[in-house]
């Protein structure tokens, strides 16, 4: 089950060529998608609509798609243009075709009915415009359903374990890893928030290097863009806020931000589009590569986990998982998802009415 | 879902040979074919009926086949005629057989009841006897349902597309291709058979070499047989004759033929077995070999197209396929099969009524 | 379909070092084992009941398992003992636990209600601790179905023909195998017994090697422990004997016994595990290790065999396995199966109509 009324990430708008044919598959729909002569990208269902063969086999020809099975050719609107060996291309011949926005370095594809399309539903990801910043870009596929990815991003509680090698955070002296829970998670109204304080140092830092009070702040997004920052402090800061929320104002010793895409293939494969931004007046620019490094590494250990969950729940005995106080974050956004879910089956319903 | 009472080709009849145990897949049932010492072939279900372990694991012993799970034997007729340490073979101990007939270079076997079997629905394919011709024989394997492939041979349309680079024809200074389409196709008793005139040159032909008009004809035969012949005459002759169909007795610059099999294996996976044949005269060996690399290299294209077609179709969503008028010659051939699976069920029925 | 209540063996107790974690899947559960530092060997099921990671990625920390997937911690009786940034450890938290046993070189699990398990059910084979022989370990994994395992060895007719070439006796000058059949079975309280005398020679035995009677008897335990003696007489033995049991006390010229477990993993994965002795008087080591690796080479056959025959289960069309006299030991195995099968059924309805 996927939401449809959504603006999924299909890429970054910079993989797009003019010219070329490019394969998705975006909650189980096939598309394919080109940019024409006039630089709009237009994404259409990859399949012909006359006996199915992918359209993303086929060739371009000025701004149309020639199906390279029996070389009916169709327009980026979806209608058929030409029928090789017929005197008139038939109007019921038309390839479905997908909203696409292009915004802040995503193409963000609208899979519900093209007519409800809403731009003002696109997250915002205008961080990803910033050029004061070291920025990394990373992509991965996972072999799991897009549901644990959203509930990993939501409980950051794993770093601290998944990550222990990596980016989780320790507190000198502790044995206890410093965690940081989902508990504290707040609805949004298409999504939900969350921040917190922690004291210590991360794998990624030089043991002997002082220890930081990080503040951490997130959104999450429908359908799944997650919106992430840290800032960090000097040891102290958070006791002196009370452990309160910092002004935007106050000077910090590192700014970084991170925003991803969890966009659903199919039921059980989820691509993941991600970046990672280091100020840059906060580091050079070797150290933030030996950061993105650490990152790219940490992304394959949260890989592992959640196929290796998602193979649990695909072969074990049937049964209910069970309950801690940092699952707050992703259950209270599961249930957005739920929630917006119910409203379009009821559209959809209402719509059908009508027309009967 | 396959038609039963048909003759499928299990393969060339030089494959056979006496001593050796052979396995096939056919329609979803299990075979295991033997020529006898006699010349006779033979098959039977490829599985012991004791516990069904493949009799083509087994031991052929004086023109029987013994199980080499537990050493049971039988004959040629299925019958078992050992059981180890048993004093007796147990009639009820039988293995299913199935009529096979050796015509014309292929194998032939009846998959529906046996006292059905009617040796005159063998399609003739008596063509592939010929010794004026140079003839080649191919084989492969497609992961698609055989529907797909008999579509794919009964519109020709696709020849355009689908082989530009190989052997498409088209017209000089035309960057249309020429196309061949099922529209013209016309019902027969068991079968789809059609013609057509087209102007050109083929990919396989020099560049400079003259343009002919080609003279295009076959039948397509339950289950699957695909009898096509191309002849080839000056430029002009297609005007000259309006476009109607030549006399057997005009000379032609080329005639050629292809006779092809489509057996289902599976409900996925297919076996195209096919042949084309040069007439002697027409050119050298060296010639006539460079072609057939040339037609090899176009069936692997139509696998790619197909195979791809037929991921669409199982991982597609839900939707019904468009029309062209050069479905004309598939959708007759698939009203043949569904007619012929329907009376099957009728007959089938009527025989447990009586039964009963 | 699995029995539950049964003893499986999940493996030799050597294979199990303290300070580590194992995973098995046994009838389709996922298990992670581990020793205790105080020697004692434990078996959990290997997910999480957060979220369903599995144990076996965790960690072990003074006998209890961590989750690396958000860290939360289990002692050894299942119980949650700790939850990261959570004031106390959820009751509700609870990992299932199953009875495990070690004796006589083998981990035994019991796969029940742990309140059901009766070590009086573990079946004997105090043989696997004799040290006057040479003994031979191995392991392999078959692709097929527990009860296609069973049945294999149950009926020892098929010795003579999987094995012709390793282990099947074959009497001198007589083309016809010397069959062991399971015509003969007889019903244990849960299991099967049988007993053959057979005059022959094996193909492990030099061509030469003369003629030996064999007495071969054997117990078929549930849930599937094969426990397997074989001893060799002077020529003229059977027959003297009239082809009745001879004495335990009577002089043998070998001694040989194999003790066997086939284990569920899944409906379509099997364990076996398996061992055979040689009384050290009877052999050089080397002439052992020699037949030990025919043996081996003799499993690889059977392997080849029963996974065959599982493809012909799982491809062909429907219908009823044969039946011939042999078959009577594997038919009354599956009874017995079935009995208790039907048993466990109704007393787990009991219970839950008890607790209702």
Tied chains: 1, 2, 3.
């Excluded at 086999?57 to 390279?68: A, N, Q, S, V, Y």
């Excluded at 915002?124 to 990993?152: F, K, P, Q, T, W």
Aim: glycine fraction near 8%; proline fraction near 6%.
């Amino acid at each position: 089950m996927f939401l449809k009324s959504a603006w999924y990430v299909a890429g970054w708008t910079s993989e797009f060529e003019t010219g070329k044919l490019y394969t998705r598959r975006i909650i189980d729909e096939p598309l394919v998608m080109m940019r024409r002569e006039d630089g709009t990208l237009v994404a259409l269902e990859d399949r012909c609509p006359h006996r199915w063969a992918p359209l993303s086999l086929g060739r371009i020809e000025d701004d149309t798609i020639r199906c390279m099975y029996h070389g009916v050719r169709f327009g980026t609107n979806g209608r058929c243009v030409e029928v090789p060996g017929q005197a008139s291309a038939p109007g019921a011949l038309k390839a479905r075709t997908y909203p696409v926005v292009e915004r802040h370095q995503w193409a963000w594809i609208w899979m519900g009915e093209p007519e409800q399309a809403d731009m003002s539903l696109i997250p915002d990801v205008s961080l990803l415009d910033r050029e004061d910043v070291y920025m990394h870009r990373g992509e991965l596929n996972y072999a799991a359903n897009y549901n644990l990815i959203n509930d990993n991003l939501l409980d950051l509680s794993h770093v601290a374990f998944v990550h222990e090698k990596t980016i989780g955070r320790k507190v000198e002296g502790d044995d206890e890893p410093n965690v940081v829970t989902g508990a504290g998670a707040q609805p949004l109204p298409r999504g939900v928030s969350n921040n917190n304080w922690s004291i210590g140092r991360t794998a990624m830092q030089a043991p002997d290097a002082p220890i930081t009070d990080q503040w951490m702040w997130f959104s999450y997004l429908v359908p799944g863009i997650f919106i992430n920052h840290f800032r960090t402090y000097p040891a102290g800061t958070a006791e002196r806020l009370n452990f309160t929320e910092p002004s935007k104002d106050l000077e910090c010793i590192s700014d970084t931000f991170s925003i991803q895409a969890v966009t659903p293939l199919t039921e059980r494969s989820t691509r993941y589009i991600y970046s990672g931004a280091h100020r840059k007046t906060d580091m050079s620019p070797e150290a933030a590569a030996a950061i993105f490094g650490m990152v790219d590494e940490a992304f394959r250990e949260d890989t592992a986990m959640i196929e290796a969950q998602q193979r649990m729940i695909d072969t074990g005995p049937p049964g209910t998982m069970g309950w801690i106080q940092a699952d707050r974050g992703l259950s209270l956004f599961r249930k957005v998802l739920d929630q917006l879910s119910a409203e379009e089956r009821g559209a959809t319903a209402a719509r059908q009415t009508e027309s009967a």
